[in-house]
C-alpha cells in the first residue's frame, strides 16, 4: 500500500506564505511525474504546479512568480512554497504523484487565506 501524505496548510493571512510538503510511504521507491493540485469551494480541481522527475516545472498562470515547486527523489518527496497568497488561493491542496500504470493521490490540505 502507497500513501502520499499532505502537511504544511493552515489559515493564514493575504500576502502571507505557506509551504506545502508531500511524502511518500509505503511499497514506494520512486515516482515520475509529481503535482499539486488544488479544489476551490464551487470548482473543479486544477493542476496548479507540475514537476517532473528530471526538474521541469510548470505552472498555472494565476500562480506563476509566486509559487514554487520542487522535489527530493531521493526522499520521494515534494514541496510547494506558495508567497504573496491571494484569497483566491483558498482551497483544498492535493499532491499527486505517477509510476506506471499507478496514479497516487494524497488526502488533501486545507490553505485559507483570509482578507
Known amino acids: 500500500q502507497v500513501q502520499l501524505v499532505e502537511s504544511g496548510g493552515g489559515l493564514v493571512q493575504a500576502g502571507g506564505s505557506l509551504r506545502l510538503s508531500c511524502a511518500a510511504s509505503?511499497?514506494?521507491?520512486?515516482?515520475?511525474?509529481m503535482a499539486w493540485y488544488r479544489q476551490a469551494p464551487g470548482k473543479p480541481r486544477e493542476l496548479v504546479a507540475i514537476i517532473g522527475s528530471g526538474g521541469i516545472t510548470n505552472y498555472a498562470d494565476s500562480v506563476k512568480g509566486r509559487f514554487i515547486i520542487s522535489r527530493d527523489n531521493r526522499k520521494i518527496t515534494m514541496w510547494l512554497q506558495m508567497n504573496s497568497l491571494k484569497p483566491e488561493d483558498t482551497a483544498v491542496y492535493y499532491c499527486?504523484?505517477?509510476?506506471?500504470?499507478?496514479?497516487?493521490w494524497g488526502q488533501g490540505t486545507q490553505v485559507t487565506v483570509s482578507s
Open positions: 509505503g511499497s514506494i521507491f520512486r515516482l515520475n511525474t
Open positions: 499527486n504523484g505517477r509510476y506506471g500504470s499507478s496514479d497516487y
